[in-house]
């Protein structure tokens, strides 16, 4: 009998959970890492995006880009505007991921019910902070909602502090869909740069360039490429650097992988996330200020900062390599069994078994 009790004591939480991520890259990817490290702890995820969004994942649904064990996909109608073209109408945007989703969503939500496979009742929401309606989902249905910042916990601090979290996402400020590039001129300015530094390099480039393209292919030193596995990528042994736009996603994998960076932000939390990587961790070295986005930035400076990165045998850089080695071991002590990512993650999944 008392073995039997502490074997069902042992046993995963089966509880569902539902994640729901605000419909832009950076968002989705954040989402499905946890829904993968909550579905490894015995969770059932249903992972509920736009249909846009799921012909997105489920053309990576191969190989390394399988959907996690665990996690099942969803999608509501395509009550929003596309991906494609979106930055025509940011604004438009975010108002229709406010107003429109939540309908279809509680639709979407009464058939599971219907469904054998998803007999147990939902145990909690796990929402983006910026789809703020699935709160007031889950009050009518007494269903917890757990928010997920997928920012940098000091630039949710500074907001928190500064005014109430709903207001600020219901009045001023926006997050990052996906949609900011830099312009034609500058990524012209980046790929002669990175010829002209003569070290080999890999760039992810989406909306692929023509002109860009011919420019790198005047070396053989560079392939473009319009999306990889950024994390295999980057803890390869053969990666010594990573320019980067300074999202948190490819922040935190950088810092996981243990490469520095060359810094690069464009918009919105990114400034911050650019000013911890080389003032507060000292894992690289800034390529512009985030005072200055305006500025073009010629190709002789990339150049020489992808160069010096790369190559220098300054203390600085040396320091630099240094540090982010220091804070790849401290990330890989986190997430490991144990470690403070580890024990959290084992927090949450036995709170929200506590509240079924």
């Not at 509501?76 to 108002?95: C, K, Q, T, W």
């Not at 219907?114 to 145990?123: D, F, G």
């Not at 042994?237 to 520095?260: D, K, R």
């Amino acid at each position: 009998m008392a073995a039997a009790a502490a074997g069902a004591a042992n046993e995963p939480c089966r509880c569902h959970i539902v994640a729901v991520p605000f419909p832009g890259r950076g968002h989705v990817n954040a989402m499905m890492n946890l829904s993968r490290l909550l579905a490894a702890r015995g969770a059932a995820v249903t992972f509920v995006v736009t249909e846009e969004w799921l012909g997105l994942l489920s053309s990576f649904n191969s190989g390394a880009f399988a959907t996690p064990p665990g996690v099942r996909l969803r999608a509501i109608p395509n009550v929003i505007p596309s991906e494609h073209g979106r930055a025509a109408d940011h604004e438009g945007f975010l108002e229709a991921v406010g107003a429109r989703m939540e309908a279809p969503f509680e639709r979407l939500l009464d058939r599971f019910r219907l469904e054998e496979e998803t007999a147990a009742p939902v145990a909690a929401f796990v929402a983006d902070s910026y789809v703020p309606w699935v709160v007031g989902v889950g009050n009518r249905r007494g269903v917890p909602v757990l928010s997920l910042f997928p920012m940098a916990a000091v630039f949710f601090s500074a907001y928190y502090h500064f005014d109430s979290l709903q207001s600020w996402l219901a009045k001023e400020h926006q997050p990052d869909s996906g949609a900011t590039s830099v312009s034609s001129s500058q990524l012209d300015e980046i790929a002669l740069g990175l010829a002209t530094s003569a070290v080999r390099f890999l760039w992810i480039l989406r909306e692929q360039s023509t002109q860009v393209r011919e420019l790198v292919n005047n070396t053989n030193k560079g392939m473009i490429l319009p999306w990889c596995d950024q994390l295999k990528v980057l803890c390869h042994p053969s990666v010594g650097g990573f320019l980067t736009h300074c999202g948190m996603n490819s922040t935190l994998e950088a810092v996981f992988a243990g490469v520095p960076m060359l810094t690069l932000p464009l918009f919105f939390d990114q400034a911050i996330d650019g000013r911890l990587i080389v003032e507060e961790w000292k894992i690289g070295v800034k390529l512009r200020d985030s005072i200055d986005t305006n500025r073009l930035i010629r190709r002789e400076e990339i150049a020489r900062a992808v160069k010096r990165l790369m190559a220098s045998d300054e203390a600085e850089m040396k320091a630099i390599r240094r540090h982010a080695l220091e804070w790849k071991e401290i990330s890989h002590r986190a997430v490991n069994q144990g470690g403070s990512s580890h024990r959290n993650l084992t927090s949450l999944m036995e709170m929200i078994r506590s509240s079924r």
